[in-house]
């Protein structure tokens, strides 16, 4: 089946410690999203890529990066993880926007704990 | 660890009967809306969709009604169901390329 694929499931860093999270898709989508969700909250925006387009939300902070190598793949970079930073982070997918539907297809996510 | 969060509002329906679960959004030149549904431990999970030109729209056991007038969407669930419990958001799509904007989300419990 076609889908989105996040890789680890639960990732546990250091404080301090780079972390990498993977996402991976079949669906073939223009589009790949990252979101940060905290407990009980909504999923928030931290950036998408458009193709290679690279689209940095305003209030994402400097220590979040990302990086799609081709269009099946994207990676959340944490430079430098802080407690705050403890959070389940959701990669999603959609194709063009508005073509057909804005209907974004999300992964299971990965719970990062940082100690 | 992680900074507690907020307590989300919680219906608490018995299996069996229907659910309204309400959201206000917020942008009066959003054109396209989106339930999701969010089970535990899982990403958020597409339910159904309407866009402005539509008042209500039925899927599978779902309907969505938009009143645009006081910019407000339910979603109802008929007959709920014990898998039927879960996180569910409302989403609204601003024209231009397509950034959902969440509502706060509703904990849904079905009690047998």
């Known amino acids: 089946d076609a889908m989105v694929i996040q890789n680890p499931r639960y990732q546990v860093t250091q404080f301090g410690k780079p972390v990498t999270l993977s996402c991976s898709q079949t669906?073939?989508?223009?589009?790949m999203y990252w979101y940060q969700q905290k407990s009980s909250q909504a999923p928030k925006l931290l950036f998408h890529?458009?193709?290679?387009?690279?689209?940095n939300e305003a209030d994402t902070p400097d220590n979040f990066q990302s990086r799609r190598p081709n269009t099946s793949f994207c990676f959340l970079d944490i430079r430098s993880p802080g407690l705050g930073d403890a959070a389940m982070y959701l990669c999603?997918?959609?194709?063009?926007?508005?073509?057909?539907?804005?209907?974004?297809?999300f992964g299971p996510g990965t719970r990062l704990t940082v100690t | 660890g992680e900074s507690v969060g907020l307590h989300l509002p919680t219906l608490s329906v018995q299996e069996g009967d229907n659910s309204i679960i309400n959201c206000a959004y917020s942008?009066?030149?959003?054109?396209?809306f989106i339930w999701y549904k969010q089970e535990s431990g899982k990403g958020p999970q597409f339910i159904i969709d309407?866009?402005?030109?539509?008042d209500k729209r039925q899927g599978q056991r779902v309907t969505v009604l938009l009143n645009k007038t006081v910019k407000h969407l339910s979603l109802q669930i008929a007959a709920t169901q014990p898998g039927d419990s879960a996180v569910y958001f409302c989403?609204?799509?601003?024209?231009?390329?397509?950034?959902?904007?969440f509502g706060a989300g509703t904990q849904v419990v079905v009690t047998p």
């Open positions: 999603a997918t959609s194709r063009n926007p508005g073509t057909e539907t804005y209907e974004q297809y």
């Open positions: 669906l073939n989508h223009n589009v």
């Open positions: 890529y458009y193709d290679k387009d690279f689209n």
């Open positions: 942008n009066s030149a959003s054109d396209y």
């Open positions: 309407i866009r402005s030109n539509m």
């Open positions: 989403a609204e799509v601003s024209p231009g390329w397509g950034k959902l904007q």
